[in-house]
């Protein structure tokens, strides 16, 4: 048996457990590449919306310098430039240099008569002298390009050459205050690309800006990071509002994860129960051979002995009167024993196909007692048996159905008898209360194991199948006596201890019985 089942273990493992686990990994990995190119889409749409940020700058910027350049060959340079700066407070100055010799020629707005800035910015050109010669060769290509020299939160300084014949010997450095140009032209720029959905803020070492009136800044939290181009040192960052699409993925794995944990569960009780249920198979398979057995065994036993004492007295060997009687009485015991096996097959199998029927009538339960005791008196005296009959005389009437409750009660005094070693000792008692009567057996025999208390009223079974004790049965006493006894809408009752006895009892309901 144990051979089969594990040849079944393995067989559920190979068909339920094996594709299971594959489709859960499968299931897995696909969920991880799905989350990995949703990540890479959201990351790159953060990078586009970065980058029409670091664009918006630049066409601002490069607007101010194409301005700039038209009023330096206006006549009219000093008052043109002014008004550009008024216009546009982020410009903080804005100075025209001589591209071969490294020197600020004018100076305009507000660098206009700031010695100490003049000075400034000559030294700085003279130490950035390659990006000079750089923006001359972007010149001479004809385009014009803006080069950030320095940037810190107070200002940027960015140098372009122009695209003008006549300015090819000049470049321009223009001055923007970094505070004043991101609070106030790209601020509204930024609230207007970031919606309600994304939170976008403006990293520097010294001053961070967050544009959703939000003080706190989750700098940490803050994933794509991009830095402005016209203003090195500053960065532009990103976050989705609300939820991260970290938290989102976390929150996604973990739900998939439970999901699988729950399929698991699942599916370890469905084979757990399908295991189970092949083991109650294997075993009722087996209960049942031993069944075919056992009552050929029973069969051969009264049928041997009923053909040899009829032999004998059919042969005329029988010489007393008494031993006739003996004989005689011998082969009537052993008919009626083997109409009784006969009688518990057949009725067996009528509970089993569902035709048993009962006939409920007002009976005293003490008068069937009374009756199967009497009668079986003598076979119990023949097999050494002191038993003892107590009474409760005042039990009501109630319906019964005769024949079945004999049957049940006969049931346990059989019992009682195959199932007691020397101690021949057996107690029948009636009484009742609680709306119930009962009649219980009380024998001082081997007694039931607790852990098959419960199983002994299933078919087929048979405490330890021959070792415990070597009492040849069917295994259908007691499931017949329980379907009686459920028919009343009785209970079976057992307090047994091994190597004491057991006492069986049967509970009938006083009220009257619906059917
Ligand atoms: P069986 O034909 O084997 O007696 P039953 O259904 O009547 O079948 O009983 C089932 C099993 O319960 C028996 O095989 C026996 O192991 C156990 N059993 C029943 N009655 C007693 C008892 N009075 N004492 C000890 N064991 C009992």
């Not at 006549?75 to 043109?80: I, L, P, V």
């Not at 505070?179 to 994304?198: C, D, M, Q, T, W």
Request: one cysteine or more; glycine letters at 6%.
């Amino acid at each position: 048996m144990n051979n089969r089942l594990r040849r079944i273990g393995i067989i559920l493992i190979v068909v339920l457990v094996v594709p299971a686990l594959l489709f859960i990994s499968f299931e897995l990995t696909s969920l991880n590449s799905n989350e990995k190119v949703i990540e890479k889409i959201y990351e790159s749409q953060l990078d586009a919306i970065l980058f029409s940020v670091n664009q918006y700058s630049q066409d601002i910027m490069e607007s101010w310098a194409g301005k700039i350049e038209e009023d330096i060959t206006s006549g009219n340079a000093e008052a043109n430039i002014k008004k550009i700066t008024d216009e546009n407070n982020s410009i903080d100055g804005v100075l025209i240099g001589d591209a071969a010799n490294y020197k600020i020629l004018n100076a305009y707005g507000k660098a206009s008569g700031d010695n100490y800035r003049i000075n400034f910015m000559d030294s700085l050109i003279k130490n950035n002298k390659s990006i000079v010669g750089r923006l001359v060769g972007y010149q001479q290509s004809g385009f014009r390009k803006l080069e950030p020299v320095k940037a810190d939160s107070s200002e940027a300084i960015l140098f372009f050459t122009f695209n003008n014949d006549k300015l090819h010997d000049k470049f321009c450095i223009l001055l923007v205050n970094s505070e004043i140009f991101i609070e106030k032209v790209l601020a509204p720029k930024i609230k207007s690309v970031s919606g309600n959905e994304f939170l976008i803020y403006i990293l520097s070492v010294s001053k961070n800006y967050s544009f959703d009136n939000d003080p706190v800044i989750p700098v940490d939290k803050i994933r794509t990071r991009k830095a402005m181009w016209l203003l090195p040192g500053f960065n532009l960052g990103i976050l989705l509002q609300g939820e991260t699409i970290d938290s989102m993925v976390k929150q996604r794995a973990i739900t998939n994860l439970a999901l699988i944990v729950i399929l698991i569960i699942v599916l370890l009780f469905g084979i757990y129960i399908v295991f189970k249920n092949v083991r109650r198979e294997i075993e009722i398979s087996q209960m049942k051979s031993d069944f075919v057995s056992n009552v050929s065994h029973e069969l051969r036993t009264p049928l041997s002995m009923i053909s040899m004492f009829a032999e004998t007295l059919e042969m005329g060997r029988v010489r007393t009167e008494e031993k006739k009687q003996e004989y005689y009485g011998i082969i009537s015991q052993e008919t009626a024993r083997l109409s009784r096996i006969v009688n518990s097959i057949l009725n067996f199998s009528r509970i089993e196909a569902g035709k048993r029927n009962y006939n409920f009538v007002d009976t005293f339960l003490n008068d069937i007692v009374e009756n199967v005791f009497s009668s079986y008196k003598v076979h119990l005296a023949q097999n050494g048996f002191e038993a003892i009959l107590d009474k409760d005389d005042s039990i009501p009437v109630q319906k019964l159905d005769e024949e079945a409750v004999s049957e049940a009660f006969m049931n346990l005094l059989d019992n009682a008898v195959k199932y007691s070693k020397e101690n021949k000792k057996l107690l029948v008692r009636t009484g009742f209360g609680n709306g119930l009567s009962f009649v219980e057996v009380k024998d001082y025999g081997i007694g039931i194991p607790k852990e098959d208390q419960n199983k002994i009223y299933e078919k087929f079974f048979r405490v330890g199948s021959g070792l415990v004790h070597n009492v040849k049965g069917t295994g259908l006493g007691l499931s017949i006596v329980k379907h009686i006894v459920e028919a009343h809408k009785g209970i079976v009752e057992l307090e047994s201890e091994p190597g004491k006895g057991s006492l069986f009892r049967l509970k009938f309901p006083l009220r009257k019985n619906k059917n």
